[in-house]
């Protein structure tokens, strides 16, 4: 099971660490772990095969450059070695520039697209502008583009959006200082959705009063709030309470709680345990494929509570909980259309993607056999009833059976086994299995889902929360 994989970037990395980078980043004794499976993510896998494209790359070398403490010529260097291959990775000129000096960041663009309605560029480059001091440049020149007439309005609209969603880490004063920016410039959606992202809403009843939006009266502010108390709201970083609103939004809230439907009062814990296990996601394509309210009463709502009690661990325990999830929505809504509906759709990920279905049964196969293969279990559990009929389960037992007895698997479950061996934690063993099946697309992918779960377990740097989608390689101001 020991290959001893340990690329020469892994010790590269390590030997030209600077306390000031690393500082940056939560004292956490996984880094190496992070640094290995990021090393061997950026192996370059040189395929032949027409329309290959390399969609982790960018992730690992952020978060190589983050925890491997990186100066900041060996992350400038290692960014343009993989520029120059082949195929470069998606989403490289986006670290590029969010890395780079701000005096050279705009000097980098490639195209200024001036007949676009949005700036050219990445949400990190938006944000890393922002941070270093030249939120007004970026603003002047939203705004200019958005007064062009034949500016496309809805895709400047949701640029604002977007931009507003890449900056929801950042503290409340840092918002309004940038929510201030915007609203100077003409940007008043960018404004309200920085400012209604703070932990109490006075700021954005204000702006709001004084925007082109203003509501004519209590009925049209209601609707205005409503989207920020209801919609999304568990999906944000600091979900409002009632005590923090001001007067006249304790009275459009109690309003808006009153019109409220008792269905739709249960699909909050639906966006609750997304927002706490994004592993869980799955179910909110089955809620909206099936409208039926028993997912949030009975599978939602007892999982967010065992959370909240702290019975099992939102991130540690992921796989359990996305078993669970599994098992709830088969006893509410039967095997047949629980596994027809996870069939439809495939996750958000790098390709490629697993289906709903997959994600689910292989967590149910984790939760089972984990304890086994780490030799907390006297025995193997017995094939879960919930699986399908043509899951692995055999291969799976195998790959745990010889994880247990520290025998080699067999070459056609390795993956298995790296799957198993990262979930009881260890770690560097799974990244030498997958490197023992090489450049594959299918270890590559499994080592990307490890390397997001290793970073969530540390700092979280680029964990994609459901309202970004993307990650955001973020980097403090300079």
Not at 246 to 274: G, T, W, Y
Not at 431 to 452: F, K, N, S, Y
Request: hydrophobic residues 50%.
């Amino acid at each position: 099971m020991h290959v001893g994989f340990r690329p020469l970037l892994v010790l590269a990395a390590l030997a030209v660490a600077m306390p000031a980078r690393a500082a940056s980043v939560q004292d956490c004794p996984l880094v190496p772990d992070i640094v290995s499976a990021a090393s061997f993510l950026l192996t370059d896998p040189k395929t032949e095969r027409r329309f290959w494209r390399d969609h982790v790359s960018t992730d690992a070398a952020y978060l190589l450059i983050r925890y491997g403490g990186l100066s900041d010529a060996h992350a400038s260097a290692l960014v343009e070695t993989l520029r120059q291959r082949r195929v470069a990775p998606e989403r490289i000129q986006d670290l590029r520039l969010a890395l780079s000096p701000p005096d050279r960041r705009i000097a980098l663009l490639e195209d200024m697209q001036e007949g676009a309605s949005v700036p050219p560029g990445g949400p990190s480059f938006f944000r890393a502008t922002i941070l270093d001091g030249r939120a007004d440049w970026l603003f002047a020149d939203m705004a200019r583009r958005a007064a062009n007439p034949s500016a496309d309005r809805a895709a400047a609209a949701q640029f604002q959006v977007r931009l507003a969603a890449s900056l929801l880490d950042l503290d409340d004063i840092r918002l309004a200082a940038i929510a201030e920016k915007a609203e100077a410039h003409g940007l008043w959606l960018l404004a309200l959705e920085l400012q209604a992202a703070r932990r109490e809403p006075s700021g954005w009843l204000a702006t709001l009063r004084r925007s082109p939006m203003a509501p004519a009266n209590a009925d049209r502010l209601r609707e205005a709030f409503a989207p920020y108390w209801r919609g999304f709201r568990h999906l944000r970083p600091r979900p409002y309470r009632f005590e923090d609103l001001p007067a006249e939004l304790k009275v459009a809230v109690a309003a808006i709680d009153a019109a409220v439907l008792p269905a739709a009062r249960d699909l909050d814990a639906v966006f609750q345990l997304v927002s706490l296990v994004p592993q869980t996601r799955a179910i909110l394509t089955i809620v909206n494929q099936t409208g039926d309210p028993r997912i949030a009463q009975d599978v939602a709502r007892p999982l967010v509570a065992e959370i909240g009690a702290g019975r099992i661990d939102a991130v540690r325990d992921a796989d359990l909980i996305e078993a669970r999830m599994l098992e709830g929505l088969v006893a509410v809504l039967g095997e047949d259309i629980t596994r027809r509906n996870l069939e439809s759709f495939r996750l958000h990920g790098p390709p490629p993607t697993e289906t709903a279905l997959q994600s689910a049964e292989r967590a149910v196969a984790i939760a089972a056999l984990a304890p086994f293969a780490s030799g907390n279990a006297g025995e193997a559990a017995t094939r879960p009833a919930v699986l399908s009929r043509n899951f692995d389960w055999a291969g799976w037992r195998n790959a745990a059976e010889a994880i247990r007895n520290e025998r080699d698997v067999f070459p056609s479950y390795r993956a298995i086994a790296a799957d198993l061996l990262h979930r009881i934690g260890r770690y560097q063993q799974a990244i030498d299995g997958l490197a023992a099946i090489g450049q594959t697309d299918e270890a590559r992918r499994i080592g990307h889902v490890m390397l997001m779960r290793l970073d969530r377990l540390c700092a979280g740097l680029i964990w994609p929360s459901p309202v970004l989608g993307d990650p955001i390689y973020r980097f403090d101001p300079r």
